[in-house]
């Protein structure tokens, strides 16, 4: 069975400040996609980053990226320069039977 | 142009009814979803179709009935609503994690069901 645990239901941080969001899963599978999306208080579902398990170099995208730790099935958002509009649910999730973590509540302040 | 579209939006009904939420998606995509989203905002799968063939069934009640006419929709009809209904619903299409494809989730915008 495929699991994905998020451990921090709620975080904050200042504007323009760094923060990581955790994330750990288990799966069986071999060949497996990792990503990060973004829920916004507008409900939309937004792709944030994502990550091929096969490959070892990080995935970034602008001032999102992540720290994936294959071995110990763990899957970071680092989030810097944070900005008032990345306030959102973020949730871990993962292929081939795509399963969410329960999701991390940002808030940024201004 | 929208790439997954649900309708209605916003369902507000009684306990008892029965109603419909349509799904199209226009990328071409074989796979498609539907989730749940509760109160506590977790994300639940409760059906996948891949070309018009149910794939994954999660522990959903029988009163939630998935029907796919194409591959290109995937409507959810629920009988006989009750309170726990309640919800975000999400539909969201995919393409198969192989040949290079990553398996993302498309998603619509969701629609929030009310049962009075």
């Known amino acids: 069975a495929q699991t994905v645990t998020q451990s921090q239901p709620e975080m904050s941080v200042q504007e323009a400040e760094t923060v990581t969001l955790s994330c750990t899963y288990d799966t069986s599978e071999n060949n497996y996609y990792l990503f990060w999306y973004k829920q916004p208080p507008s409900r939309q579902m937004i792709l944030v980053i994502r990550?091929?398990?096969?490959?070892?170099q990080n995935a970034t995208e602008n001032r999102f990226s992540v720290n994936f730790q294959k071995a110990a099935k763990s899957f970071s958002l680092k989030i810097s320069d944070s900005q008032l509009g990345d306030t959102a649910m973020y949730f871990c999730?993962?292929?081939?039977?795509?399963?969410f973590g329960t999701g991390t509540k940002l808030q940024v302040i201004p | 142009d929208t790439a997954v579209s649900q309708t209605p939006k916003y369902l507000v009904t009684q306990m008892g009814n029965d109603k419909s939420i349509k799904c199209e998606q226009n990328?071409?995509?074989?796979?498609m979803y539907w989730y749940k989203q509760d109160s506590k905002k977790f994300l639940k799968i409760m059906f996948s179709y891949n070309n018009k063939e149910l794939i994954i069934n999660e522990t959903v009640p029988n009163r939630f009935s998935p029907k796919s006419p194409d591959k290109a929709h995937l409507n959810l009809h629920i009988n006989s609503l009750e309170l726990g209904d309640s919800a975000v619903y999400f539909c969201a299409s995919s393409r198969p994690l192989a040949g290079g494809d990553t398996g993302e989730l498309f998603f619509g915008e969701g629609s929030r069901l009310t049962v009075l």
């Open positions: 990550q091929e398990a096969y490959k070892q």
């Open positions: 999730a993962f292929t081939p039977k795509v399963t």
């Open positions: 990328l071409g995509h074989d796979t």
